[in-house]
Each structure stands twice: as C-alpha cells, then as structure tokens.
C-alpha cells in the first residue's frame, strides 16, 4: 500500500469518505471495427480467442452475441476461462499450456483468428501459440500490446463490450440482420469433443490406487455445478489437468492463473473469493509441493472464518519435476515430499478427510462441501499417483 495511506490518520468513529472514480472507456476506430467484420464475414473459419479483459469489461454477452451471428467457435486464454460459458454449443474451451481437444482442432483449422480482451503475448503457460499463417485481427484496450507478439492484419484499440459492440452490430448488417446457421459447426464440435474425451474415458473414470487427479476432477464435475462455484487451480501439474476439463460456465466462476505466480498462490485466492463471494462453493486444487509452501495459510482461513475447500492432491514426488531433476533426485531425493495434510488441516482447527478409495471421491466432495455450509474451512487430501499425461500440453517450466 502506498505510504501516504498507511499513515494517513481517519477520525476515530467518522464515515470513510470514499467515492469511487468513475471509469472512463473508449470504443474502436469506426473504421477498424467495419473492417475487421469484413475480415469476420469473409473468413472460412474464424475462431474468436477471449482474454480476461472480457471479463473487466463484463462483455460476455457481447461476445456471445457476435460468436452466435457468426456461427464462429470461442475458444479462451486460462486468464479468460469463463468469459465465454464453457457449455455453450460453441464453446471450444481454453487454449494455453494445455488444449483441449476442440481447441487445438479448431485453432489449427483457423484462417481468421479475432483476439478480444487478450494481450496476445507470447507466454508459455496462459495462452496458445497462434500457428503462422493466420489472419489476426487483435482488440485490446492496452496499445502497448497490439503489434508486440504477432503480425496483426487489423488492430483495435478500445475497451472489450464497446469494441464487441461495434464489430456486432457491423457483422449483423453484413448478415442483413440474420445470424448464420451454427449447428454444424456446433456439431463438429461435438465429436470433437466426445472423441477427445474418450481418449481420456481411462484416466477420468479409472479406479487404479493411487488416485489419479483426472477421477478427482471427474467426480468434482459431477457433484459440483459449477454456476455455484468459485474454482482455482495451482501452479504445475494441478493446473495443467484440471483447465482442460473443468468447464466454467460464467464469469468469475474460474479463477486461471500462471504468469509469475508462485507455488500456493490458489489459496489465498480461494479465501479472497469465499470472502467476495460467501453464497459460493470457493474450492482451490493444489499440490502436495503447493502445501508446502503456502499450507498453514488454511489457518488464515479458519482465523477469519472463510468456509473453502482446499483439495490437495499428494502424490509424495514433485512429479512435474522429474526430468528436469533427476541428477539430483539421484543424489539427494530432491523430488520426494510427502506428509499428512488432513491431520494438519484438522490441528489447525478445520474440517479435513483423506480420501484413498476412488470410490470414496464424490462422498467426500458433497461432505466437504456440507462442512463449508456449516462455516468450516475444509481439506480433502487425494492419495494420488505421479501423474504426468496431459492434453496437449507443450514444453514449460513451472
């Protein structure tokens, strides 16, 4: 906090005077908004890339107006997951360290690619590398980003819901009036979709001890609707299975995160959301590694009486980890961790259960939740396997 207001002194018993700034916003180029629509019309297949900034400029239906005219598939960033809900019939998923299976179809088969409320930086954990060969049309309200990562055949500088507003309203006169028949592409999604998730029947609906974490999520899916949820994921492994398949159907919904974050931060996330949000199931998945950095913050949580459900997945090994530390893990076990995180959860005065029976993963869930309804903060350790497949996951640290 700035140090003028740490010591700035506020009479004892007086009213905080605080007004908020009206905030200020801007609309595109009229000019680059018609040609960008003209871009959108005539493409083959254009697929629409949604960042968070959809969801500061609370213009999730905007996108959904303009995806739905177009008959054009939303795919997100994992900052963006949730601008666009995820069970909508044109809904791709996330596209970033890891795809899903609709999502790295489409983006391949993509001729015009329309990045709205995203930077489009180049990182390898939050967002999809674009192949060469696309057209882009990039709208962010930052120009410091447009032109930085991409040849971008036309940029648009303004704010999310005026900019989706205005490349609307230019695709509907382009249509005269009438939005493109979507269902074959809604369709191809499909089986996209249901051939990709078949590929991974095995793993979400495996009984093998240890637990893999894709039954976890599986059975989350299933016990949780995720319109009364709040969820996170951690840094590594818990993030890179759970964005994939965990689908969030409103703003908010997902926290998605991964920049320079470090081990843990899905906590304090979690806490800050029950807070927000009381009315919500606030959950965060992390790690056994996760747990040791950050862990005895649940205390904070009991503290402050902030109901969440912590999920750690503990697998004893940092699993992510194991190519790149062998030599020293030969040495000096540096991969192994472990501990009992239920038993901490519970000296710490929380609510907690270990759970090493798949069969016992969805019971769990529905009485963590039923302790957070009671005003508990609540911990579900997974005994879980070194679990290293992904979705389509490309090289990264971290």
């Not at 029947?201 to 240890?210: F, M």
Request: hydrophobic share 40%.
């Amino acid at each position: 906090m700035p140090q003028d207001v740490v010591g700035a002194e506020i009479p004892g018993g007086a009213p905080l005077d605080y007004r908020p700034v009206r905030p200020t916003r801007s609309a595109g180029d009229p000019r680059d908004a018609e040609e960008a629509a003209r871009l959108l019309v005539e493409a083959q297949s254009p697929v629409l890339y949604a960042g968070q900034g959809v969801m500061y400029a609370e213009a999730t239906a905007e996108l959904r107006e303009l995806a739905e005219l177009l008959a054009a598939p939303v795919m997100t960033t994992m900052e963006g997951k949730g601008a666009f809900p995820e069970d909508h019939a044109l809904a791709l998923g996330t596209a970033a360290i890891v795809l899903t299976g609709p999502a790295k179809h489409f983006l391949a088969a993509s001729d015009v690619v329309l990045a709205i409320g995203a930077s489009l930086t180049r990182h390898n954990i939050t967002t999809a590398t674009l192949p060469d060969g696309k057209r882009i049309i990039h709208a962010t309200n930052d120009p410091r980003d447009l032109h930085k990562a991409y040849a971008t055949e036309r940029a648009i500088l303004g704010d999310a819901k005026l900019v989706l507003r205005q490349l609307a309203d230019a695709v509907r006169d382009r249509l005269d009036g009438k939005a493109r028949d979507a269902r074959p592409v809604a369709q191809e999604i499909a089986r996209l979709r249901d051939a990709w998730l078949a590929e991974w029947r095995g793993k979400l609906g495996s009984a093998e001890r240890p637990i893999t974490p894709y039954r976890v999520i599986a059975e989350f899916m299933r016990a949780v609707d995720p319109a009364e949820a709040i969820v996170t994921h951690d840094s590594g492994s818990p993030r890179d299975q759970i964005v994939p398949f965990y689908r969030a159907v409103a703003p908010r919904g997902y926290i998605g995160w991964g920049k320079s974050h470090a081990l843990g931060t899905g906590l304090g996330l979690t806490i800050g959301a029950k807070l927000a949000a009381p009315e919500k199931f606030c959950v965060n998945f992390m790690g056994d590694a996760a747990f040791g950095m950050t862990g005895l913050d649940f205390e904070t949580a009991v503290r402050v009486g902030a109901p969440i459900c912590t999920m750690v997945f503990n697998n004893a090994t940092m699993a992510i980890e194991t190519g790149h530390m062998r030599l020293s893990h030969e040495k000096y076990r540096t991969r192994d961790i472990g501990g009992n995180y239920a038993g901490i959860a519970r000296e710490l005065g929380g609510w907690s259960e270990r759970v090493e029976d798949p069969g016992e993963i969805a019971g769990a869930i529905r009485r963590a939740r039923r302790a957070t309804e009671e005003g508990r903060a609540a911990l579900l350790e997974f005994v879980t396997g070194p679990e290293q497949a992904f979705s389509y996951r490309r090289a990264a640290a971290g």
